[in-house]
T-cell receptor
Framework: AQSVTQPDIHITVSEGASLELRCNYS??????LFWYVQSPGQGLQLLLK??????LVQGIKGFEAEFKRSQSSFNLRKPSVHWSDAAEYFC????????????FGAGTILRVKS | DVKVTQSSRYLVKRTGEKVFLECVQD?????MFWYRQDPGLGLRLIYF???????EKGDIPEGYSVSREKKERFSLILESASTNQTSMYLC??????????FGQGTRLTVV
């Protein structure tokens, strides 16, 4: 069965510092992956997505993620965090052979300190 | 713009009531999903549908059922509401492997 693990429930970084949010998935075939962000009281916004090809994908707001098949990971990174990045981040995985069932991780809450 | 409309933003129901949550899309996407979102648990998939009258159980289907009689509408039914079903319910749509688009959510409180 599909599963997505985000090992860090909370992360706190200083403004201007780099950020990496971890995402591991469990899957039998080549998945497609997403990162979404949710600000307090807001809906989910897509940051980036990976289907195939180049394993380093660029997204909005300066975010990028790298797909590593050998580690079953799709970690989200940003070189310099801004206070407005404080939000909850969700990794999601889908697969054609499961009828495009889309499963989300439990989320990571990012706090940014000034 | 993609439009995913959930029938209610806030809903308060009594224990034991049958509850219907409606989701309507205007994009002709074949995949529709119902999730519930709880703090610390993320989005958990209840049911999804990849075509009219087709449905698949997600990770937490117990206590819920769904109906998809028309492509644009996907209903979530709580057969007999219980307090542990108090949650934020999110409907989403997707086309193939493309990203999902979400409704605004329904915050359901069962008292």
């Amino acid at each position: 069965a599909q599963s997505v693990t985000q090992p860090d429930i909370h992360i706190t970084v200083s403004e201007g510092a780099s950020l990496e949010l971890r995402c591991n998935y469990s899957y039998g075939a080549t998945p497609y992956l997403f990162w979404y962000v949710q600000s307090p009281g807001q809906g989910l916004q897509l940051l980036l997505k990976y289907f195939s090809g180049d394993t380093l994908v660029q997204g909005i707001k300066g975010f990028e993620a790298e797909f590593k098949r050998s580690q079953s990971s799709f970690n989200l990174r940003k070189p310099s965090v801004h206070w407005s990045d404080a939000a909850e981040y969700f990794c999601a995985v889908g697969a054609l052979e499961y009828g495009n069932k889309l499963v989300f991780g439990a989320g990571t809450i990012l706090r940014v300190k000034s | 713009d993609v439009k995913v409309t959930q029938s209610s933003r806030y809903l308060v129901k009594r224990t034991g009531e049958k509850v219907f949550l409606e989701c309507v899309q205007d994009m002709d996407h074949e995949n529709m999903f119902w999730y519930r979102q709880d703090p610390g648990l993320g989005l958990r998939l209840i049911y999804f549908s990849y075509d009219v009258k087709m449905k698949e159980k997600g990770d937490i289907p117990e206590g819920y059922s769904v109906s998809r009689e028309k492509k644009e509408r996907f209903s979530l039914i709580l057969e007999s509401a219980s307090t542990n079903q108090t949650s934020m319910y999110l409907c989403a749509i997707a086309k193939g492997r493309a990203e999902a688009f979400f409704g605004q959510g329904t915050r359901l409180t069962v008292v």
